[in-house]
Each structure stands twice: as structure tokens, then as C-alpha cells.
């Protein structure tokens, strides 16, 4: 079983930052990549970044220059620092994996989900 967590959602002023991990853990044989989507009340979910095991990274137009992702991939771990922070990020931040999980019937290529982190910024 797989797992994602994500941590350090909050409240912050326009202009602040905030800094979100998400920690994958299970029966992980290996991670292709990982990334961060948001979803505003009432819109769909739509891509922030992603980062590859390898460190190639893709944005969105409207945070690239604030935000940027990592990985750390000894620890399945990825960040994604926002900084100078607009109203308009506010949205629950949903981290996902695209992985290989070792199940007892094999190696299994799957994408999995974290439950999200509110991120809200006043103006």
C-alpha cells in the first residue's frame, strides 16, 4: 500500500510564502515522478508543477518565477516553496506520484494521490 502526506498548509498575507512537502511511503519500488495540483472552490483541478526523478521540472504559467519544486528522492519527498503569493493561489494543494509499487503479484505503475493541504491567501 502507498501512501502521500502532504504538510504545511496554512494561512499567509499576499506577498508571503510558504513551503509544502509531500512524503510518499509504502512498498515503493520506484518513483517516476512526482508533482503538485490545486483546486480553488468550485473549479477543477489543475497542474502546478511536477518534477521528474531526474530534476526536469514544468509549470504552470501563472506561478512560474514564484513557485519551485524538488525532489528529494532518497526520502520520496517533494517541495514546492511558494513565495510572493497572490489571493488567487489560494486552493487546496493535492500532491501525486506517478510510481512503481511492489505488490505480491508484481511491480504495478500507478499514479496516487495525497488527501491535500489548504493554502489560503489573504489579501
Known amino acids: 500500500q502507498v501512501k502521500l502526506v502532504e504538510f504545511g498548509g496554512g494561512w499567509v498575507q499576499a506577498g508571503g510564502s510558504l513551503r509544502l512537502s509531500c512524503v510518499a511511503s509504502g512498498s515503493i519500488f520506484s518513483i517516476n515522478g512526482m508533482g503538485w495540483h490545486r483546486q480553488a472552490p468550485g473549479q477543477q483541478r489543475n497542474l502546478v508543477a511536477t518534477?521528474?526523478?531526474?530534476?526536469?521540472?514544468d509549470y504552470a504559467d501563472s506561478v512560474k518565477g514564484r513557485f519551485t519544486i524538488s525532489i528529494d528522492n532518497a526520502n520520496n519527498t517533494v517541495y514546492l516553496q511558494m513565495n510572493s503569493l497572490k489571493p488567487e493561489d489560494t486552493a487546496v494543494y493535492y500532491c501525486?506520484?506517478?510510481?512503481?509499487?511492489?505488490?505480491?503479484?508484481?511491480?504495478?505503475?500507478?499514479?496516487?494521490w495525497g488527501q491535500g493541504t489548504q493554502v489560503a491567501v489573504t489579501s
Open positions: 518534477i521528474t526523478s531526474g530534476g526536469v521540472t
Open positions: 501525486n506520484a506517478d510510481l512503481i509499487s511492489s505488490r505480491r503479484t508484481g511491480l504495478i505503475l500507478d499514479d496516487y
